[in-house]
């Protein structure tokens, strides 16, 4: 008898048959029926409760990734109005006082644009990479603030409450 591969999707199936025949029903599953299913698997939970951490950080990263391609193409747009709004009004102030200052006008609007141009590509067609680092900027900038406001909370409780009283 040949020896029949499966694919990473049959395999995945296939599990997930095995799950459902041992009673594990639902969509999610918490931190504890996952290392429930595993020994009920013989797998062994260490190395499970090491992909859960894995699947966690990889997860918050596809999110920020998301994130960042998301702020990407607001700032661009903003940069887009910005664009459109301080050029076409200086095109019109510009026309009204006559040669040369529309050329002068006209010149910083294509300069301008062609930066603008850049954005887009930047902001709509980013490379994998641009993208990876944006996102870990993002979560770096995260655990930041996360940080600074766990220092600002505990500094306010420290503070002696004077609930009630008047001086």
């Known amino acids: 008898m040949e ?3 499966y694919s990473k999707e049959e395999v995945e199936r296939i599990l997930s048959r095995v799950i459902k025949s041992k009673g594990f029903e639902g969509e999610k599953f918490s931190f504890e029926e996952i290392l429930n299913i595993a020994k009920e698997l013989n797998l062994d939970t260490s190395q499970v409760i090491l992909a859960i951490k894995e699947e966690e950080n990889i997860s918050e990263l596809e999110q920020a990734k998301i994130l960042w391609q998301k702020k990407k193409k607001r700032d661009f747009f903003q940069h887009l109005g910005t ?3 301080i050029n076409s009004g200086s095109i ?3 026309l009204l006082l006559g040669p040369p200052f529309p050329l002068i006008a006209l010149m910083i609007a294509f300069f301008w644009g062609v930066g603008l141009l850049f954005d887009f590509f930047e902001s709509f067609f980013p490379t994998e ?3 990876e680092r944006g996102a870990r900027k993002l979560l770096r900038s995260k ?3 996360e940080k600074i406001n766990s220092i600002i909370d505990n500094i306010l409780e420290s503070i002696p409450s004077k609930k009630g009283k008047l001086f």
Do not use: G
């Open 3 to 5: 020896r029949k591969l």
């Open 83 to 85: 664009y459109a709004i």
């Open 92 to 94: 019109f102030v510009n």
């Open 129 to 131: 990479d641009k993208i």
């Open 143 to 145: 655990k930041w603030k």
